[in-house]
């Protein structure tokens, strides 16, 4: 069985694929970018994400007039698909092309399913910022890679999800941010936390200031470090947090990040990775909980609490 769990975890070097990322990061901000015009405000951003898909990465259902549309990428036919409830579908091939022709490719089929849509048409979060349009230096598509780093991204949002049902308190769904590429869940205490002071590249600060305006420990999983990470910080991030121990032995606190790391390869080459991983999310939420001065006792439950009841 551990055998079975670890082919499940396919592995991905960051340095194979850098240029796929980046193109890929700059594809799904425009994809955010058009859900976030169109989908009304969620608290801390969250109706702005992308969520995993059986298929790659979704808007899941978008609001447009009386109707609705939504696009996904994917990642094992390598299209765009963009879809209307009126039943009619364009699609953006996923291939090596710059992001100025995914862009304009992309609005012009929203235009063709009759759907208006305005976005900042340049990136948040990343330095340089060059506007969509005019973007040709992002321009590589290697699909194994787009399908492997997918693969990645189900592992995780699976064991993310099994970690996420253990908390009855306010805790966001389990999603992909497109600002800084990253799968990510957050618990929070239910408390104010003091505000953010920004500081992102091309991002305002008042962006921060509404997604970090509540005491929160968050964790999930980002395409850095050799290849990929999990990673867990808290905000305000309590006395203590720093040097706290956790699980496994491979996790580690990153000064220079702010947060606490585990390479994605110390999960995948474990003899139980979906136990490895719950063990890093569970000691790190336990760290920015305990040291926080969290109630617990209000804010987790056992999932299984109900499964004497049913048939």
């Known amino acids: 069985m ?19 990322r980046d193109t890929l990061h700059m594809w799904a901000q ?14 801390h951003w969250w109706q702005v994400t992308l969520y995993v898909s059986p298929r790659g990465l979704t808007t899941s ?9 939504d696009l996904e990428f994917d990642f094992v036919d390598h299209l765009l698909r963009i879809r209307r409830d009126s039943g009619e579908q364009r699609c953006v091939v996923l291939e090596p092309k710059p992001v100025a022709d995914f862009y304009a490719e992309t609005m012009d089929h929203l235009v063709g399913l009759g759907i208006e ?8 979060e990343v330095e340089p910022s060059i506007p969509f349009a005019d973007d040709h230096q992002h321009a590589s598509y ?20 099994e970690f996420r049902s ?14 800084a590429m990253d799968l990510a869940c957050t618990r929070f205490s239910g408390r104010d936390a003091p505000r953010h002071p920004g500081g992102a590249p091309n991002c305002g600060d008042w962006v921060m200031v509404e997604g970090y305006s509540k005491e929160l420990s968050s964790c999930g999983f980002w395409p850095g ?14 006395e203590g947090f720093a040097d706290r121990p956790v699980a ?48 617990r006792a209000a804010l987790e439950a056992d999932p299984n609490r109900w499964a004497l009841h049913q048939a």
Not at 32 to 43: E, F, M, S
Not at 166 to 179: D, E, N, Q, R
Not at 225 to 238: I, K, Q, R, T, V
Not at 264 to 269: D, L, N, Q, S
């Open 166 to 179: 253990h908390f009855v308190g306010k805790v966001s769904p389990v999603h992909f941010f497109w600002g």
């Open 248 to 295: 496994p032995d491979a996790a580690f606190y990153s000064r220079e990040n702010g947060q606490f790391l585990l390479p994605y390869e110390a999960v995948a080459t474990a003899d139980d990775p979906d136990r490895t991983l719950s063990a890093f999310l569970q000691s790190t939420y336990e760290a920015a909980a305990d040291l926080g001065g969290w109630d």
């Open 61 to 69: 259902t978008i609001p447009y007039a009386a109707g609705a549309f």
């Open 30 to 43: 425009i994809v955010g970018k058009i859900r976030l015009a169109h989908a009304p405000l969620l608290n």
């Open 225 to 238: 470090l050799d290849e990929g990470a999990f990673y867990a910080y808290a905000y305000p991030e309590p």
């Open 142 to 161: 290697d699909p194994e890679a787009a399908h492997l780093f997918w693969r990645q991204l189900l592992q995780a949002n699976r064991v993310l999800g």
């Open 2 to 20: 551990g055998e079975h769990r670890q082919e499940a975890w396919p592995r991905l070097r960051v340095a194979d694929w850098t240029g796929t």
């Open 117 to 124: 849509t305005t976005i900042q048409a340049r990136p948040n």
